[in-house]
């Protein structure tokens, strides 16, 4: 097993904090985390924040705390006695240990998950786990770890909930962005169910008021307005790959889709970038699950150079892509290039000097 490289804690206002954080994807090439003034990776290798794994587990649990805190899913969230008054998310990890009896005297083995679903038994747990590729298994310690803690500040940037993270807003801007967390907090943000086919949801949703003065023979309307009918007993697929699924197997629903749909553990994935969903944590729209990365940038454009939504109506767009006015710069000396000749290899801007010492 390999494991996570020691955590550095790094906030918006202290942007010196990590320095020197070995890069995850350049194994030993990068000379360690340089922050940069404000584009969200580093100058030394310019590979992302997330693969110097700067945050640390508190920090990550402050920040889901802070996302779901104001929505539906704040009992997911809990108080932090003598904090800032923020609330932290209450992360199910689950602890299993087993019987080694392969010596003399037995001992036991004890596998640590940094997640695991709440609110089940540990069998059921367990089963889950089991339909998880193991890679993506979050043991501690391990690449699974890993990829979840890169996942979940891949999925969910600090800087798309909190202006306070944000260098490219604008006067007058904050608000623009207070009221579109607002409005994805009620509209949009979900934490998947896991429970066995047909119990999601407690298998309480056909005693809801609204369906039972529905017409006879009508099915149940979801959430986005579509009819659909509970499957028979025994008859569920998987809403994303329509295969079977057992019903002594657990599956993930969402609620904002409905209970009468249900995933099969790995197959409840990002729509657009198809990555698994961190922590079940989803967006819901147009009829399909989104991470929060590319829920945001479904809504408005983000900018290329500093990673931030944009709230302005004037900004640089070029080949699909955006940037904040002031950000629409030479990745390697800085020049802003508005009005100037430039060059665009893999989403970044260099200038023509630049662009052709590369060469």
């Known amino acids: 097993f390999q494991l996570c490289p020691a955590l550095f804690q790094m906030s918006g206002s202290q942007p010196q904090v990590g320095r020197g954080v070995p890069c995850l994807r350049c ?27 700067l945050s640390s587990e508190l920090d990550d649990d402050r920040k889901i705390g802070r996302l779901l805190s104001g929505s539906k899913y704040a009992t997911l969230t809990a108080r932090l006695k003598g904090g800032d008054g923020g609330r932290i998310y209450k992360r199910n990890r689950m602890i299993v240990t087993n019987p ?53 500040a891949r999925q969910l940037p600090l800087h798309d909930q909190d202006p306070a993270q944000c260098r490219g807003l604008a006067e007058g801007e904050q608000q623009l962005m207070d009221e579109f967390v607002k409005k994805y907090k009620a509209e ?36 986005n307005g579509a009819l659909e009918s509970a499957p028979a007993a025994g008859h569920y697929r998987c809403e994303a790959c329509q295969q079977p699924v057992r019903g002594d197997c657990p599956v993930v629903f969402a609620d904002r889709a409905g209970y009468a749909r249900q995933w099969h553990p790995a197959c409840f994935v990002c729509c657009r970038c198809a990555e698994p969903l961190v922590d079940l944590i989803y967006f819901w729209k147009s ?8 829920y945001c940038e479904s809504l408005r454009p983000r900018c290329a150079g500093c990673d931030e939504i944009i709230f302005s109506e004037d900004y640089q767009q070029v080949e699909g892509l955006a940037w904040h006015n002031k950000h629409f710069a030479c990745l390697e000396c800085e020049t802003l290039l508005t009005g100037k000749p ?5 989403a970044s801007l260099l200038c023509t000097t630049c662009s052709q010492s590369r060469v």
């Not at 430039?342 to 893999?346: I, V």
């Open 27 to 53: 194994r030993g090439l990068c000379t360690g985390f340089e922050p940069h003034s404000w584009r969200k990776i580093c100058k030394s290798c310019k590979c992302s924040q997330e693969e110097h794994s």
């Open 100 to 152: 080694n009896v392969s010596g003399k005297d037995p001992t036991f083995d004890t596998i640590t998950y940094e997640w695991a679903p709440p609110g089940l038994t540990q069998k059921l747990a367990m089963q889950y786990m089991e339909l998880v590729p193991k890679e993506l298994q979050p043991v501690a310690g391990t690449d699974g770890a890993c990829h979840r803690r890169r996942r979940l």
């Open 188 to 223: 949009a943000l979900g934490v998947g169910e896991v429970a066995l086919p047909g119990q999601g949801g407690g298998a309480k949703e056909e005693e809801k008021p609204q369906e039972k003065s529905m017409e006879p023979g009508r099915a149940p309307e979801s959430p």
């Open 287 to 294: 009829g399909a699950a989104w991470c929060g990365r590319h």
């Open 342 to 346: 430039f060059a665009l290899a893999n």
